[in-house]
């Protein structure tokens, strides 16, 4: 549970490393985000959840990085439980994730990083040094503060 540059799944033998960005909380991080976890272990999917807004607004950097764009409403937390849901989604599947990055901060994901642990899957987030929650940080197993 250490704080590190680098994402630390160095100990996985598949490849299936996917990257949840939150662009209503990382913003212009999203895409260090990325840029760190490919460089690190490599990200084999990439979705991205935000406002319309948000989403166009980033829809270039988006397409370059091959991100899947997930339009949420606006609302508070609604881009959180949009990702909670497709993470259990793709989790509840035969074939699981090795590694879930999370860029996003918020302490909502907590109890969903608590049960990625149970399955054995390893968690890593990319958090704005500012905002990200103490509350999140000790959950993860890795946790890469920009």
């Not at 996985?12 to 840029?35: G, P, Q, R």
């Not at 084999?44 to 319309?52: H, W």
């Not at 901060?105 to 109890?111: C, I, L, T």
Request: net charge neutral; hydrophobic share 35%.
């Amino acid at each position: 549970m250490g704080y590190t540059q680098e994402a630390s799944c160095s100990n996985v033998t598949s490849t299936a490393n996917i990257l949840f960005l939150d662009i209503e909380n990382v913003h212009t991080n999203a895409f260090k985000a990325y840029a760190r976890m490919k460089k690190s272990i490599g990200v084999d999917a990439c979705y991205a959840f935000g406002s319309e807004n948000l989403i166009q607004h980033y829809s270039e950097q988006l397409d370059a990085i091959g991100a899947q764009k997930h339009i949420t409403p606006v609302g508070k937390n609604a881009a959180d439980h949009a990702i909670i849901d497709k993470i259990r989604a793709l989790c509840s599947q035969t074939a699981q994730p090795t590694c879930i990055g999370i860029a996003s901060g918020d302490a909502d994901f907590v109890p969903t990083v608590l049960e990625l642990k149970t399955q054995r899957i390893r968690t890593v987030c990319y958090g704005n040094a500012a905002t990200t929650s103490q509350k999140s940080q000790k959950h993860y197993d890795t946790c890469v503060l920009m």
